[in-house]
């Protein structure tokens, strides 16, 4: 054979092998995780959301408007809407924040301004009448931040629970 003739039959044929994936036992776990990070953004697991609680006493119907979740170093609000169901004129609502809670953020925010730690006050609310508190957040830690909002008057109050979760 001469040299000539190696080159027109060209390379030998590679041997049929059968296609199958080969993957470790740590690609097999791994993998649907992977896949499931879009599935689940797609859905909004990774979203801010927002939700309401609400409670009555004798004097009050309050309902709370916090973020349930939401990403570190954005800012969401926090409303607290007090409204007076008594019929008499309340002098004062005190709106209490649970430390704890708020010290988990940064450049916290309040409307009306609070008179003493993390305590708003509602002054003369007629019946009938609503008054709010705005708390304006801002993502420093990030993790779940469970808390409390106690809104008293006159020996009647009403505790509701508060869960935050930040993103990093």
């Known amino acids: 054979m001469t040299g000539n003739e190696d080159r027109a039959s060209g390379p030998s044929q590679a041997p049929p092998v059968s296609p199958h994936v080969s993957l470790s036992l740590r690609q097999w776990i791994g993998l649907p ?9 797609i859905l909004g697991v990774f ?6 609680v609400s409670a009555r006493s004798t004097a009050l119907d ?7 979740r939401f990403r570190y170093r954005q800012v969401q609000s926090l409303r607290v809407s007090v409204r007076n169901v ?3 004129t309340l002098d004062s609502v005190s ?4 430390t ?9 925010r309040f409307d009306p301004m ?3 730690a993390y305590v708003a006050r509602i002054s003369k609310l007629a019946p009938g009448s609503t008054g709010s508190v705005f708390v304006e957040l801002w ?15 006159r020996g009647d109050s009403v505790d509701i629970p508060l869960s935050t979760f930040v993103f990093p």
């Not at 979203?47 to 309401?52: D, L, S």
């Not at 704890?100 to 916290?108: E, G, T």
């Open 33 to 41: 995780l992977i896949a499931a990070v879009p599935i689940l953004t």
């Open 95 to 98: 709106v209490s924040f649970d």
């Open 62 to 68: 309050v309902h709370v408007t916090y973020p349930v």
């Open 86 to 88: 008594s019929p008499d």
């Open 47 to 52: 979203g801010e959301r927002a939700t309401q």
């Open 139 to 153: 993502g420093e830690q990030y993790g779940r931040h469970p808390g409390r909002v106690t809104i008293t008057t």
């Open 100 to 108: 704890a809670y708020i010290q988990r953020f940064s450049s916290v």
């Open 114 to 116: 609070i008179f003493s």
